[in-house]
């Protein structure tokens, strides 16, 4: 009987450490991704209404810059655009409107939420694995890069049917 109490409290004691770090880990990604620090370089060609796009997420641990790359791709997409290279062409942000994330912050706060609805647009393109060319140290940095695809024409009928981007057929 003693033995199966030290027992489940070591299983517990684990399970809490478990999911305080996980929490932790989380706290960490969000921090990260409130500053949006990251670059976006187009990398070929994807399917029509897609781009396939290297983005470059930096964080203190890896594995945070990895996990944060999918949400930085479609931030990107949605406010930075990217400049094309040789055969890629560059695209603009699908707004133009430089305060919207401020004027829509409620929105975007649920939309890039861990799990939020912005996952629904974008695909790591390689399953997660960095090669060895794309994990770089900048300072007390990690720089990863890595390659997804954004579903940009699903993601502009998101927002315009959520009122956030103007429609283009709407007129100027």
Same mark, same amino acid.
């Given at each position: 009987?003693?033995?199966?109490?030290?027992?489940?409290?070591?299983?517990?004691?684990?399970?809490?450490?478990?999911?305080?770090?996980?929490?932790?880990?989380?706290?960490?990604?969000? !921090?990260?991704? !409130?500053?949006?620090?990251?670059?976006?370089?187009?990398?070929?060609?994807?399917?029509?209404?897609?781009?396939?796009?290297?983005?470059?997420?930096?964080?203190? !641990?890896?594995?945070?810059?990895?996990?944060?790359?999918?949400?930085?791709?479609?931030?990107?997409?949605?406010?930075? #655009?990217?400049?094309?290279?040789?055969?890629?062409?560059?695209?603009?942000?699908?707004?133009?409107?430089?305060?919207?994330?401020?004027?829509?912050?409620?929105?975007?706060?649920?939309?890039?939420?861990?799990?939020?609805?912005?996952?629904?647009?974008?695909?790591?393109?390689?399953?997660?694995?960095?090669?060895?060319?794309?994990?770089?140290?900048?300072?007390?940095?990690? !720089?990863?890069?890595?390659?997804?695809?954004?579903?940009?024409?699903?993601?502009?009928?998101?927002?315009?049917?959520?009122?956030?981007?103007? #429609?283009?057929?709407? #007129?100027?």
């Amino acid at each position: 009987m003693k033995r199966t109490i030290q027992i489940q409290s070591l299983l517990l004691a684990f399970f809490i450490g478990f999911t305080l770090n996980v929490a932790g880990q989380n706290r960490k990604a969000d !921090k990260d991704t !409130k500053n949006w620090i990251y670059e976006i370089e187009p990398v070929g060609v994807g399917t029509q209404g897609s781009y396939l796009i290297k983005v470059w997420s930096y964080s203190k !641990k890896p594995q945070v810059a990895l996990d944060q790359a999918q949400k930085n791709a479609v931030h990107g997409i949605i406010f930075r #655009g990217f400049l094309g290279i040789s055969g890629v062409p560059g695209q603009r942000p699908l707004t133009n409107n430089p305060n919207l994330e401020v004027e829509q912050a409620e929105f975007f706060k649920n939309f890039f939420a861990n799990g939020g609805k912005y996952m629904k647009f974008v695909n790591v393109t390689n399953d997660g694995a960095v090669s060895a060319e794309d994990r770089l140290k900048v300072g007390k940095e990690f !720089k990863i890069g890595v390659i997804v695809s954004v579903n940009v024409a699903g993601l502009r009928k998101d927002l315009e049917d959520a009122g956030i981007l103007r #429609g283009l057929s709407s #007129g100027f």
